[in-house]
Nanobody
Framework: QVQLVESGGGLVQAGGSLRLSCAASGRTFSRYTMGWFRQAPGKEREFVAG???????YYADSVKGRFTISRDNAKTAVYLQMNSLKPADTAVYYC?????????????????WGQGTQVTVSS
């Protein structure tokens, strides 16, 4: 069983940066692919970034070059560094864990979810 808690969301002006953190309580954190998703009001939850057990990373085209996902297995944590933020990035951001599924981008592939943290980017 894995429990995930996000933090680091907030209000930032366009062009600014935020760093989201996700703390995991599971004992087998290192075997999971970790992902970040986001959901804006009235829209479906969408994939943002993923990182495999081997620390391979992959991103949605909309954030590629601006966001960086990383993990620290010793701290059982995953991070999302968000730079050059745009108002379109405004959403609730969710951390998720996928058990032994590399390159997972769909919601159904992920087994555990955090409660989300709000990111608001003003123009």
């Amino acid at each position: 069983q894995v429990q995930l808690v996000e933090s680091g969301g907030g209000l930032v002006q366009a062009g600014g940066s935020l760093r989201l953190s996700c703390a995991a309580s599971g004992r087998t954190f290192s075997r999971y692919t970790m992902g970040w998703f986001r959901q804006a009001p009235g829209k479906e939850r969408e994939f943002v970034a993923g990182i495999t057990y081997g620390s391979g990373t992959y991103y949605a085209d909309s954030v590629k070059g601006r966001f960086t996902i990383s993990r620290d297995n010793a701290k059982t944590a995953v991070y999302l560094q968000m730079n050059s933020l745009k108002p379109a990035d405004t959403a609730v951001y969710y951390c998720a864990a996928c058990d032994r599924r590399p390159l997972a981008t769909a919601q159904w592939e992920y087994d555990y979810w955090g409660q989300g943290t709000q990111v608001t980017v003003s123009s």
